[in-house]
């Protein structure tokens, strides 16, 4: 993904079955409103069918795997995250995705490294943390990597809810909502099989230059070059994406929250929000918060899709009321995020 732009950005065409029966095809130079809008904007237009995707060379071998450590050592995890941000990331080879049960005593990372070399130094700060399990090795393909099985975990709950936030890369940022975290963990473990999970995603420079250099995404609007956003800033005060990222990344976090009795949910949806709202004043107090939110991890709570920028949520709008104007994706069809809520 580092390569090559956001995974939506990376399809051709969708095949679409519309609100009214018939079937269109989307793409950059066919109904390119409907191609630009369906890649993130949720269950508003249609149904797709099918879809072509671009694909890539890699090279015969990878490396990678998962690697536990204890959440002793979880403050050394997240500035370890920052350090990574900041030097290995740029090799657009290497990618990271991290949880940190925090009530569990574990943090989980998966590793991988398009190329076959053996622990790469793309990862570097990782490898001077202490871990209790590792199953990072050279394999014959990604699919392999991607096919393996993670180590045995603590027993995950039945009932998961989650809600999301982003924030700038700063270290002491990240200890920060860390922090908070292990402070709302507190309260959930007050309740049966109760579970927190902080889970980052560090979004690189290198990914995003590659998603405004294809374009045809609700997502380019993002900008990550100071002057730029200086400029832009200007003549369209009501975009949030057009943000000042002092050093080019981006950080998305979730909160995830596990739990097995009926009788609590009400009390886990306040807490999940009421974390959330607390991380965001932090953040927002340090001058790091972005409001963008990540929509497959965003809660009922939460305007994932008016976080895209004034003029980008009026096109998913427009391209509502042109496709589906009878509003039957919006009234009949439950669930996900609506643009004409």
Request: aromatic letters at 12%; proline letters at 5%.
């Given at each position: 993904?580092t390569?090559?732009g ?8 969708y ?18 409103d ?20 671009k ?5 015969d ?16 995890f ?10 290995g ?12 049960a ?41 699919y ?40 709302f963990?507190s ?23 590659q ?18 956003c200086?400029?832009l800033?200007?003549?369209r ?11 080019g990344s ?5 909160i ?12 886990v ?11 965001e ?6 001058k ?24 980008t ?24 995020f609506k643009?004409?809520?």
């Open positions: 993904m390569q090559h956001w995974v939506s950005q990376n399809v051709e065409s095949e679409i079955m519309l609100a009214n029966g018939t079937h269109v095809t989307a793409s950059g130079t066919e109904n390119p409907l191609y630009f809008s369906v890649k993130t904007g949720n269950n508003n237009f249609g149904i797709v069918s099918h879809l072509n995707f694909t890539y060379p890699i090279a071998k990878v490396w990678g795997g998962a690697v536990t450590y204890s959440t002793k050592y979880s403050a050394d997240m500035a370890a995250i920052a350090e990574y941000q900041l030097n990331q740029k090799d657009t080879n290497s990618a990271l995705l991290p949880y940190i925090v009530g569990n005593d574990t943090i989980l990372a998966t590793f991988s490294y398009l190329d076959g070399i053996d622990n790469p130094d793309a990862f570097a700060p990782f490898y001077r943390i202490p871990n209790t399990s590792d199953t990072t090795q050279v394999l014959n393909s990604f392999e990597l991607a096919s393996g099985s993670l180590p045995s975990l603590p027993r995950l709950r039945s009932s998961f809810t989650y809600a999301a936030t982003s924030l700038y890369l700063d270290k002491d940022a990240y200890l920060g909502i860390l922090n908070i975290t292990e402070q963990n309260r959930v473990q007050q309740i049966l099989s109760g579970t927190l999970v902080l889970m980052v995603q560090p979004i690189s420079e290198a990914m995003i230059e998603s405004q250099r294809k374009g045809h995404n609700p997502l380019d609007s993002i900008v990550f070059k100071p002057q730029l200086k400029l800033e200007a003549y005060p009501q975009d949030y994406f057009l943000r000042l990222l002092t050093n981006l950080t998305g976090a979730s995830n929250i596990g739990w097995s009795l009926e009788s609590d949910d009400q009390f949806f306040e807490v999940l929000e009421e974390c959330i709202t607390t991380i004043s932090f953040t927002k107090a340090k790091v918060f972005d409001p963008f939110i990540f929509i497959n991890d965003a809660a009922p709570f939460q305007r994932p899709l008016q976080e895209y920028g004034e003029n949520f009026q096109k998913l709008r427009s391209t509502s009321y042109k496709y589906d104007p009878a509003g039957v994706f919006q009234s009949l069809v439950p669930g996900g643009v004409l809520s």
